[in-house]
């Protein structure tokens, strides 16, 4: 099993709408555990959203059919402007 775990420093005022939209957004994902967690103590405006998936195959196919179905294209076309910077990690889970 693996944990996909985007994190995402967003612009100042832009973390709640940030968690919100993709807590909506991910919400339209089958098969895919998500959740999104925003900052409690650490760096400020910071959102993750971690996905728990059996094989990095299962991560590459669901990326894939969520970037090509045009609802998500639509609510997610103005999301580049609400974070500065951004990361992915991917753990293996022993």
Do not use: C, H, W
């Not at 693996?2 to 005022?13: D, E, L, M, Q």
């Not at 709408?17 to 991910?26: G, H, V």
């Amino acid at each position: 099993m693996f944990i996909v775990r985007n994190t995402f420093t967003a612009k100042p005022g832009m973390a709640s709408k940030l968690a919100k939209l993709l807590k909506e957004t991910m919400a339209d994902m089958s098969g895919v555990k998500v959740r999104i967690m925003t900052d409690y103590i650490g760096p400020m405006n910071t959102v993750s959203m971690e996905m728990e998936v059996e094989t990095i195959g299962d991560f590459e196919r669901n990326f894939k059919e969520y970037g090509d179905r045009a609802d998500i294209q639509a609510k997610m076309k103005d999301y580049t402007g609400m974070y500065s910077d951004g990361r992915r990690e991917i753990y293996r889970v022993v």
